[in-house]
T-cell receptor, first 114, second 114 residues
C-alpha cells in the first residue's frame, strides 16, 4: 500500500513569487485535504478536494488555490507569496467525504519565503 | 467555531514513567477525535481515532479516552521510552464543518530522557 507522498520536500521562494506543491494520495483514497502548519502551531485547514472539485475551504485568501486530477492526486498553488506563507504544507488523504474516516498525512513540503 | 486546546505545552519525563496528555474542545458536536504524533520537521502519524460513539481506543502502550459531554480527551502513554519523544497533536472532526476538516490543538512536546 502506497502512502501519501508530497513534493518538493523543501523550497525557498521570494515575496511575490508563485509556488506549486504536489500530493499523491494513498492508494484507494479519493479525497485530499491541504493544511498549513506555521512554526509552533497546529495545522490549519486550507481546503479539501473530492471528485476534482473544491469541497470546503478554511479561512485562506483566494491566492491559495488547488486542483485535483482524475487519479486523485492534487496540487496546491499559492500566488503573490508573502513572508507569512512560510510554513510546512501538509496533504492528507481519506476515502470519501464521510467525516468518520481517518486522515493519513504526508511528510509535508517546507516552504520558506524570503 | 471549534477550538482545541492541549495541556501541557511541553513535558519532560524520565524513561519508564506513565503519563497523560490532555486535550479539550469547545464544541461537543464532533464526528471523531484523532491523536497524531509529529517528529521534528516531519508529517503527522495517526496514533488513535475515537469515533463520537466510543469512549476509548487502545493501541499497544497508548490509550485514548473521549468524554464528549465535558469536551475532553486524554492520551495515556504507559512505560514511556526515549523513542516516544515527539510532539503529540489532537484534532477534532467537527459535525458542523466541512467533511475532512480537522481542528488541531498546538500540541504537547514530549521529551523522554534515559
Amino acid at each position: 500500500e502506497t502512502g501519501v507522498t508530497q513534493s518538493p520536500t523543501h523550497l525557498i521562494k521570494t515575496r511575490g513569487q508563485q509556488v506549486t506543491l504536489r500530493c499523491s494520495s494513498q492508494s484507494g483514497h479519493n479525497t485530499v485535504s491541504w493544511y498549513q502548519q506555521a512554526l509552533g502551531q497546529g495545522p490549519q485547514f486550507i481546503f479539501q478536494y473530492y471528485r476534482e472539485e473544491e469541497n470546503g475551504r478554511g479561512n485562506f485568501p483566494p491566492r491559495f488555490s488547488g486542483l485535483q486530477f482524475p487519479n486523485y492526486s492534487s496540487e496546491l498553488n499559492v500566488n503573490a507569496l508573502e513572508l507569512d506563507d512560510s510554513a510546512l504544507y501538509l496533504c492528507a488523504s481519506s476515502l470519501g467525504t464521510a467525516n468518520t474516516g481517518e486522515l493519513f498525512f504526508g511528510e509535508g513540503s517546507r516552504l520558506t519565503v524570503l | 467555531k471549534q477550538e482545541v486546546t492541549q495541556i501541557p505545552a511541553a513535558l519532560s519525563v524520565p524513561e519508564g514513567e506513565n503519563l497523560v496528555l490532555n486535550c479539550s474542545f469547545t464544541d461537543s458536536a464532533i464526528y471523531n477525535l484523532q491523536w497524531f504524533r509529529q517528529d521534528p520537521g516531519k508529517g503527522l502519524t495517526s496514533l488513535l481515532l475515537i469515533q463520537s460513539s466510543q469512549r476509548e481506543q487502545t493501541s499497544g502502550r497508548l490509550n485514548a479516552s473521549l468524554d464528549k459531554s465535558s469536551g475532553r480527551s486524554t492520551l495515556y502513554i504507559a512505560a514511556s521510552q526515549p523513542g516516544d519523544s515527539a510532539t503529540y497533536l489532537c484534532a477534532a472532526a467537527d459535525r458542523g464543518s466541512t467533511l475532512g476538516r480537522l481542528y488541531f490543538g498546538r500540541g504537547t512536546q514530549l521529551t523522554v530522557w534515559p
